[in-house]
T-cell receptor, first 115, second 111 residues
């Protein structure tokens, strides 16, 4: 199994450009998440989804949009990129059911620089 | 006040040392407590998780939670250079499995 796959791994954007970060998981997990990680700041939740067709804002949603048309895919859209969006973006998934300690599986990350 | 505060480090120890990593949290609704390990330029991976107060041991790793003081600890015995990584504590109330992370502690184990 591939687990959680993110593309691209690296990207440089100019201010004002838009892009979509792709995330796909092959574990049939209902729950999916997007986090951003800034140096020394831990991971902050941008958006999450509890199933296809259902999304909700996390702690830092401004400047981003998501969609969840299938169980497998959870793309993150950046509109009008700004330097403040320079970060490492992680997609994660976890299975429904079970205890709250169910493991979240992370992708390898997308390193985005906005210049 | 941040929901989860973590000792910032960085922490450098000799091989074989006992390492203690700590976090505090502010919301008593958190019930699930996790430690993730993140190697450089990789995604985090779950190392340990505990539910409510108590200890959990897995090989050289022990996770400890004290809900009365809202304190989370991870102990690493006989530390190895391969343990060099950033350690992130994370908490969850269970709702939608959302995780709230600490800022991470960078650990280096010197051979």
């Amino acid at each position: 199994n591939a687990g959680v796959t993110q593309t691209p791994k690296f990207r440089i954007l100019k201010i004002g450009q838009s892009m979509t970060l792709q995330c796909a998981q092959d574990m049939n997990h209902n729950y999916m998440y997007w986090y951003r990680q800034d140096p020394g700041m831990g991971l902050k939740l941008i958006y999450y989804s509890v199933g296809a067709g259902i999304t909700d804002k996390g702690e830092v949603p401004n400047g981003y949009n998501v969609s969840r048309s299938t169980t497998e895919d959870f793309p993150l859209r950046l509109e009008l990129a700004a330097p403040s969006q320079t970060s490492v973006y992680f997609c994660a998934s976890s299975p429904a059911g079970g205890g709250g300690g169910t493991e979240a599986f992370f992708g390898q990350g997308t390193r985005l620089t906005v210049v | 006040q941040k929901e989860v505060e973590q000792d910032p480090g960085p922490l450098s120890v000799p091989e074989g040392a006992i390492v203690s990593l700590n976090c505090t949290y502010s919301n008593s609704a958190f019930q699930y407590f996790m430690w993730y390990r993140q190697y450089s330029r990789k995604g985090p991976e779950l190392l340990m998780y505990t539910y409510s107060s108590g200890n959990k041991e897995d090989g050289r790793f022990t996770a400890q939670v004290d809900k009365s003081s809202k304190y989370i600890s991870l102990f690493i015995r006989d530390s190895q250079p391969s343990d060099s990584a950033t350690y992130l504590c994370a908490v969850s109330s269970g709702s939608a499995r959302q995780l709230t992370f600490g800022s991470g502690t960078q650990l280096t184990v010197l051979p």
